[in-house]
């Protein structure tokens, strides 16, 4: 379990360079009609980093806890199974969910399990501040139910990570998402929209200076140079991303030694507004200037 999980982490750390479907949250291929997707908006609790893994064997989420005390994972009995901590991760050897998650398909369940006798038996399963695990509840079983959510407790109060059912029919309609490269060109920058559940940008940069990302609060988020990417670990957008580096010792952390990179970028969705906007700060001439670019409403074949 622990080899899968650094090997979980290193998949988020590359799947920029993957190809357009590896950014439905990390996703390289997905398990059934409908992906799990986290509902930022209502999963706010900034000192847990989640992340859901969709592929052929099942959804696979990750946890990162970097708050004080504890978070601890429920099962559907309300009684916890995993711990997080940043010490390390410990697991309940004597609650049946901890040897359900184990694997995306069923498992028996050890004699000692079955018995009926629910104690507390903890024991560390990893040094490290994350953990990651097969959830059924991730699963789409009922057509009526369209929201998921995985129960937690920070420090016994409850913080649960919440999301939606995403379908992955084919729409009658679907929205092509455009970049426009001639009304505000930026010198040494291309960009390009990466198709998929959730759309991507790839941007590459080819100058002698600086050139900042701004996430969606205006906070600097990637950092373009001719040494490569950075990115600031401290940055919100970033930190919602759930993406691999989840947090640093330094501000900015290093994330490829080419200049160009590929993230999912809730700015490209569909909206109200007349098109899309991605600010970049210039070092260059000090000023802020915009990746931009519109939707296209196309009939699906």
């Known amino acids: 379990m622990y080899t899968r999980i650094i090997a979980f982490i290193a998949l988020t750390s590359v799947a920029s360079v993957l190809s357009a479907n590896a ?32 592929s052929p064997l099942g959804n696979e989420i990750l946890v990162q806890f970097t708050g004080e005390g ?35 398909g069923p498992r028996p369940l050890p004699e000692w399990v079955t018995d009926g006798k629910l104690e507390s038996k903890w024991t560390l399963v990893s040094d490290k501040n994350y953990y990651g695990w097969y959830d059924k509840r991730l699963e789409k079983t009922d057509e009526h139910s369209d929201h998921w959510k995985i129960a937690l407790a920070v420090n016994g109060e409850r913080s649960d990570i919440v999301g939606y059912f995403k379908s992955l029919a084919p729409p009658n309609e679907r929205v092509l998402v455009t970049v426009d490269r001639d009304s505000a060109p930026i010198a040494d920058l291309s960009a390009m929209v990466i198709p998929g559940a959730e759309s991507a940008i790839r941007v590459s940069y080819s100058g002698d200076h600086h050139m ?24 919100k957008g970033w930190q919602q991303l759930g993406r691999a580096p989840l947090n640093g010792s330094s501000k900015w ?24 906007k991605i600010p970049v700060f210039c070092h260059q001439d000090k000023k802020v200037k915009f990746i931009q670019g519109g939707w296209v409403e196309i009939a699906s074949l």
Do not use: C
């Open 253 to 276: 952390v290093k994330l490829s030694s080419q200049a160009a990179y590929t993230w999912p970028d809730s700015r490209l969705n569909k909206s109200e507004q007349a098109g899309w």
């Open 212 to 235: 900042v990302v701004l996430d969606e609060y205006d906070v600097p988020m990637i950092r373009f140079s001719p040494n490569g990417v950075e990115v600031n670990t401290q940055s």
């Open 23 to 54: 950014f439905a949250h990390g996703a390289s291929a997905v398990a059934g009609e409908w992906l799990p997707v986290i509902d930022k908006e209502i999963t706010n609790d900034t000192s847990i980093l989640s992340q859901v893994q969709s």
């Open 70 to 104: 504890k978070v601890e994972v429920l099962g559907d009995d309300n009684e916890p199974f995993i711990r997080i901590t940043k010490a390390g991760v410990y697991a309940n050897w004597d609650h049946p969910m901890w040897f359900k998650v184990q694997t995306a």
